[in-house]
């Protein structure tokens, strides 16, 4: 059951303790959920890095076309692509060394999921950074 992946203290260290997020699906159009949360996000003091394969800058920040691409260090690869293309992305986050994975909710892939963190990386899936970061009244 993907609950075993929203542990609270993931989320709160992954919301707090972080400072760069890689957004796998990230593109300029204002109307995606991505967008949104990287805003959020962003406004709230995190990097953030676009990945998409239309590689554009977004909300100020130049994007890449893959996480192969980024050269510094991840902290959490949010995956904002369809749940049956979410196990690659997570496969791409594990060998560029990145600290976690987060699924937004709707996307579950639990096998991606174990495979992540069967190489130590930490796992939140299935749940909203902006919702979650609300329920915690983090600052």
Known sequence: MHNAFADENVIRRL???TRTWAFVGLSDNPGRT???QAGLLQARGKRIIPVHPAAATVLG???YASLAEV???VDVVAIYR???H???AVDEA???GAGAVWLPLGVVDEAAARRAREAGLDVVMDRCPGV????????
């Open 15 to 17: 919301l707090t303790g």
């Open 34 to 36: 991505a967008y949104d």
């Open 61 to 63: 920040e130049p994007g």
């Open 71 to 73: 050269l510094e260090k």
């Open 82 to 84: 369809r749940a049956e």
């Open 86 to 88: 979410a196990g690659r």
């Open 94 to 96: 594990v060998a560029i």
């Open 132 to 139: 979650e970061w609300a329920l915690r009244r983090t600052p």
